[in-house]
């Protein structure tokens, strides 16, 4: 499957088309890592079709297939917990609007690691596997996804809300699923929520904020979810959660430990934040500005560092030898997954991007500026001591 490789939208075809063949391969390598695989598809003849592909190869080789149907990315990961998934369940997400793609979750939404994405890209044997799996659709668990929000809906007072409220996204499934869902709330300000295609970015708008990055809304939503519980207590968090969720949560004398098996709802479904969003104003009677004033300063900054003959992950592995000097690494480690380093101006990941062709630096400091000095110097640092420019 030399064509197929990961991107950030999952794996993807360097032609553009993954084909049938193609998809019962990555089904038969699914199968390898699960016996019990969840799909969605973004509904398209295409994506269906490749659906019943990559059904067949999981099945041949003795994977239990759940089938969902047309879904958004957080009513699949909402059938995945209802369904009795663990965390060793693969959550699939197939869509085929621009260009085919495949999307790859653990449970809750947890990314796969960089030797889980190593398997399903392998070529593999034809299977010779006599122990078929079973399929099964569970498309009607998506009413029971609708009736836990439209019961989370019930519990807020809309009664003089400060807000209008709009949500829109470019996924019809979705703008049809919130005009059922929430009310005609009317307000004397009116604050838009914007939800990108699959239902995994939102952003919020007020003439008086402007634009509110996803980021600050997860904030907002963690420090009131901190808020309830004891001081002293343990907190888990994905692995992948928000960067300041170790400030917020100090405030409250709450101890952060992340983990890629943590679940916090409003992190993955952001309808669900939606909800939490309006909760927390109704509740507190206060204006999204005011709340969004009380959140620690946080910038992230992204630097792509594009690299055309160099092997990325070795370059990752050299610069931690010499820079480091092999301090806190192990340098038997498989560096594919990148690694994170602790500055004094905050912290910096260094990943090789899925491609293969380029790094990805990634900053989290308490101001924009402290983030690009960050990246500045770390890929001054990486193209110094690794001879490319």
Same mark, same amino acid.
């Given at each position: 499957?030399?064509?197929?490789?990961?991107?950030?939208?999952?794996?993807?075809?360097?032609?553009g088309?993954?084909?049938?063949?193609?998809?019962?391969?990555?089904?038969?390598?699914?199968?390898?890592?699960?016996?019990?695989?969840?799909?969605?598809?973004k509904?398209?003849?295409?994506a269906?079709?490749?659906? $019943?592909?990559? =059904?067949?190869?999981a099945?041949?080789?003795?994977?239990?297939? #759940?089938?969902?149907?047309?879904?958004?990315?957080?009513?699949? #990961?909402?059938?995945?917990d209802?369904s009795?998934?663990?965390s060793?369940? $693969?959550?699939v997400? +197939? =869509?085929?609007?621009?260009?085919?793609?495949?999307r790859?979750?653990?449970?809750?939404?947890?990314?796969l690691?960089?030797?889980e994405?190593?398997k399903?890209?392998?070529e593999?044997?034809?299977s010779?596997n006599?122990d078929?799996?079973?399929?099964? /659709?569970?498309?009607?668990?998506?009413?029971?996804?609708f009736?836990?929000?439209?019961s989370?809906?019930s519990? @807020?007072?809309?009664?003089?809300?400060?807000?209008?409220?709009?949500? &829109?996204s470019?996924?019809?499934?979705?703008?049809?699923?919130?005009?059922?869902?929430?009310?005609d709330i009317?307000g004397?300000?009116t604050?838009? #929520?914007?939800?990108?295609? /699959?239902?995994?970015?939102?952003?919020? #708008?007020?003439?008086?904020?402007?634009y +509110?990055?996803?980021?600050?809304l997860?904030? $907002?939503?963690?420090k009131?979810?901190?808020?309830?519980?004891?001081?002293?207590e343990?907190v888990?968090?994905?692995?992948d959660? +928000?960067?300041?969720?170790?400030?917020?949560?100090?405030?409250?004398?709450?101890?952060?430990?992340?983990? &890629? =098996?943590?679940?916090?709802?409003?992190?993955?479904?952001?309808?669900?934040?939606i909800?939490?969003?309006?909760? @927390?104003?109704?509740?507190?009677?206060?204006?999204?500005?005011?709340?969004?004033?009380?959140?620690?300063?946080?910038?992230?900054?992204?630097?792509? +560092?594009?690299?055309?003959?160099?092997?990325? @992950?070795?370059?990752?592995?050299?610069f931690? =030898?010499?820079?480091?000097?092999?301090?806190?690494?192990?340098?038997?480690k498989n560096?594919a997954?990148?690694?994170?380093?602790?500055?004094d101006?905050?912290?910096i990941?260094?990943?090789?991007?899925?491609?293969?062709k380029?790094?990805?630096?990634?900053?989290?400091?308490?101001?924009?500026?402290?983030?690009?000095?960050?990246?500045?110097?770390?890929e001054?640092?990486?193209?110094?001591?690794?001879?490319?420019?």
């Open positions: 499957m030399h064509d197929l490789y990961f991107s950030d939208e999952g794996i993807i075809s360097s032609k088309t993954i084909s049938s063949e193609e998809a019962v391969k990555l089904g038969y390598s699914a199968a390898m890592l699960s016996k019990r695989i969840i799909i969605g598809i509904e398209s003849s295409a269906e079709t490749l659906s $019943l592909a990559f =059904s067949a190869g099945l041949e080789n003795g994977a239990d297939v #759940f089938f969902t149907g047309d879904v958004s990315l957080s009513e699949l #990961f909402f059938c995945s209802i009795g998934a663990d060793s369940c $693969l959550i997400y +197939i =869509s085929s609007v621009f260009s085919s793609s495949f790859f979750f653990r449970k809750g939404g947890a990314s690691t960089a030797e994405e190593d399903l890209l392998n593999l044997p034809v010779k006599t078929f799996g079973t399929i099964r /659709d569970v498309s009607s668990l998506r009413c029971l996804y009736a836990k929000l439209k989370m809906v519990h @807020i007072s809309f009664e003089a809300f400060p807000y209008s409220v709009i949500i &829109n470019p996924s019809s499934r979705i703008r049809k699923l919130c005009t059922e869902l929430f009310p009317k004397e300000n604050l838009s #929520f914007h939800i990108n295609e /699959d239902g995994v970015k939102v952003t919020a #708008f007020t003439e008086y904020t402007g +509110i990055p996803c980021e600050k997860i904030s $907002l939503a963690f009131f979810f901190i808020s309830e519980k004891n001081e002293g343990t888990f968090v994905p692995n959660f +928000i960067g300041s969720a170790e400030r917020i949560a100090e405030a409250f004398k709450i101890k952060i430990v992340r983990s &890629n =098996s943590a679940e916090i709802t409003f992190f993955y479904d952001k309808i669900i934040l909800v939490e969003i309006l909760k @927390i104003i109704q509740k507190t009677g206060q204006n999204i500005a005011s709340l969004c004033a009380d959140l620690p300063e946080y910038a992230e900054l992204n630097r792509y +560092i594009p690299i055309e003959r160099e092997n990325c @992950i070795e370059l990752i592995k050299n931690c =030898s010499e820079y480091k000097n092999g301090k806190n690494y192990n340098m038997e560096f997954a990148g690694i994170t380093i602790n500055d101006l905050g912290k990941s260094v990943t090789p991007i899925r491609s293969g380029g790094i990805m630096l990634h900053a989290e400091s308490r101001a924009m500026e402290s983030a690009a000095e960050l990246c500045d110097f770390y001054g640092i990486l193209r110094k001591s690794n001879g490319f420019s």
